[in-house]
């Protein structure tokens, strides 16, 4: 029996490799489904609000920023703060999920502080996109 192999990047290696995938063309979506993300997660299962208007938005590659954290030995990439206000209610929201524009899903995560209740017009939800490689 063979032991398996783990792929491992460099540091310098990661902050090119997430470079590189941000200058694809992203979409952030919220989802409202009460499931937390798993490797064998899609986008079917992660649906997104209805109404409310609602709408996903277009994640600009020049509006990354990518560190290398020596501390934790890892690299993050952040994206500014996005606010979403609902003109009517929709519901909990439950994290968000980024695809590409063809809707193949990229990656997804639970809001750590949420969910949130969008029952009302004017109701907010607002978080930072950040994508990280490197132990946990």
């Not at 490799?17 to 064998?40: H, K, M, Y």
């Not at 809001?111 to 939800?125: H, I, K, S, T, Y």
Request: glycine share 10%; net charge neutral.
């Amino acid at each position: 029996r063979r032991g398996r192999l783990m792929l491992v990047v460099p540091r310098i290696a990661e902050r090119e490799l997430i470079e590189a995938w941000g200058r694809r063309p992203l979409v952030l979506r919220r989802f409202i489904a009460d499931v937390t993300p798993a490797r064998s997660t899609t986008t079917v299962e992660l649906p997104e609000p209805t109404g409310g208007e609602y709408a996903s938005k277009m994640l600009a590659a020049e509006q990354w920023s990518v560190d290398l954290d020596p501390v934790h030995d890892r690299t993050i990439a952040r994206y500014p703060p996005q606010t979403w206000t609902f003109g009517a209610g929709v519901g909990w929201v439950y994290g968000y999920a980024v695809t590409d524009v063809g809707g193949s899903l990229r990656w997804a995560e639970r809001f750590q502080n949420g969910p949130f209740l969008c029952a009302n017009p004017g109701d907010r939800v607002t978080f930072e996109p950040v994508f990280t490689l490197g132990p946990p």
